[in-house]
C-alpha cells in the first residue's frame, strides 16, 4: 500500500470490466477507496469482491453514463459512503464500427452518448466540489484513436477526438484552481469491448494498461499517449494517403468487428 494515497477516494466509471476493473483492483492496492459505477449490478458487485480481497474498500452503485441526472445521484451515494471524491476516471466506453449499409446512425448516436456525454456528466457530478475544495483530479480515458481518421471507425474516432478537445480546454479553464485534469490515450486493450478485434498491433492486457494508467495519474500528466509504438504506428499512419488507407482496412470495412452482445442501446460499455 502506498501510504500517500491511503484513504483517498477514486471513482471510476465503466467499472465493472475491462480497464475499469482493472484499474479498481491497482488503486485499491495502492491504498485508494474505491467508487465502482456501471450498469450491471452483478458484475460491479464481483468486482467489489476481487478490490476487498486485494486490502480495498469498495462502494458500488449502478448508473448509466448517458443518465445525467442518475450519474449524479450515483456520485453523490459514493461520496456519502466513502468521502469526497479525490480522482474520477471517466472510463466507460463503447466501440462499435461505423457501416454504410445500412447507415448505422443508432451507433453513432450511442457512441457520442456514451463516449463523449458520458465523460461531460462524470465531470459534472464532481466538477462543483473539487472547486469548492480546491482539490482534486480528473481524467478521461480516451483512445490513440482520436488522432486519426480510421475508414470503418468514425464515430468512434470522432467521440475521442472530441474527449481529447473538451478535457484540452478543461485543463487551461481550471488552472491555478486545485485541480488536475488528465487525458489518457491508449492504445490496442484486450478487454470485452475488443474481443472479436483481430488487427491489434502492439496490444496490452487490461491489467497492464491499468499499471501505466496510474502511474501516469500519480504524476498528473496532461496527455499520457501509450504504448510507444503504437503512437508511433498512428503518427505514421495520418500521413498515409486516403487510398493506401483504404486497402490497409479493407478487411475491417468488409467485416466489421461488432462486440460480443452488442444492441443499438448500447449493451457494451466497458472502457477504452
Request: proline letters at 6%; one cysteine or more.
Amino acid at each position: 500500500m502506498d501510504n500517500a494515497f491511503a484513504g483517498r477516494v477514486a471513482v471510476i466509471t465503466g467499472a465493472s470490466s475491462g480497464i475499469g476493473r482493472s484499474l479498481a483492483i491497482v488503486l485499491a492496492r495502492s491504498g485508494w477507496r474505491v467508487g465502482l459505477i456501471a450498469r450491471r449490478g452483478s458484475a460491479l458487485e464481483a468486482v467489489a469482491g476481487e478490490v476487498r480481497a486485494a486490502g480495498g474498500v469498495a462502494s458500488v452503485a449502478v448508473a448509466d453514463v448517458t443518465d445525467r441526472e442518475g450519474l449524479r445521484l450515483a456520485v453523490e451515494g459514493i461520496a456519502g459512503e466513502l468521502g469526497p471524491v479525490d480522482l474520477m476516471i471517466a472510463n466507460a466506453g463503447v466501440g462499435v464500427p461505423t457501416t454504410l449499409e445500412p447507415v448505422n446512425v443508432e451507433v453513432v448516436e450511442e457512441t457520442i452518448r456514451v463516449n463523449v456525454l458520458g465523460v461531460v456528466y462524470a465531470i459534472d457530478a464532481v466538477l462543483p466540489s473539487m472547486l469548492a475544495r480546491r482539490s482534486g483530479q480528473i481524467a478521461a480515458i480516451s483512445s490513440l484513436a482520436g488522432y486519426l481518421a480510421m475508414p470503418g471507425e468514425s464515430a468512434y474516432c470522432a467521440s475521442k477526438a472530441a474527449v481529447n478537445a473538451y478535457m484540452a480546454s478543461l485543463r487551461v479553464q481550471v488552472r491555478g484552481r486545485g485541480i488536475a485534469v488528465s487525458t489518457i490515450c491508449p492504445g490496442f486493450i484486450r478487454t470485452p469491448m475488443t474481443s472479436t478485434m483481430t488487427f491489434m498491433p502492439f496490444a496490452l492486457s487490461a491489467d497492464q494498461a491499468a499499471a501505466r494508467i496510474v502511474r501516469a495519474l500519480r504524476r498528473k500528466v496532461k496527455v499520457y499517449n501509450f504504448p510507444l509504438p503504437t503512437v508511433a504506428l498512428m503518427s505514421l499512419a495520418r500521413w498515409l494517403p486516403e487510398w493506401l488507407l483504404a486497402i490497409a482496412f479493407r478487411d475491417h470495412l468488409e467485416n466489421p468487428p461488432m462486440p460480443e452482445g452488442w444492441e443499438p442501446a448500447g449493451q457494451v460499455r466497458g472502457g477504452g
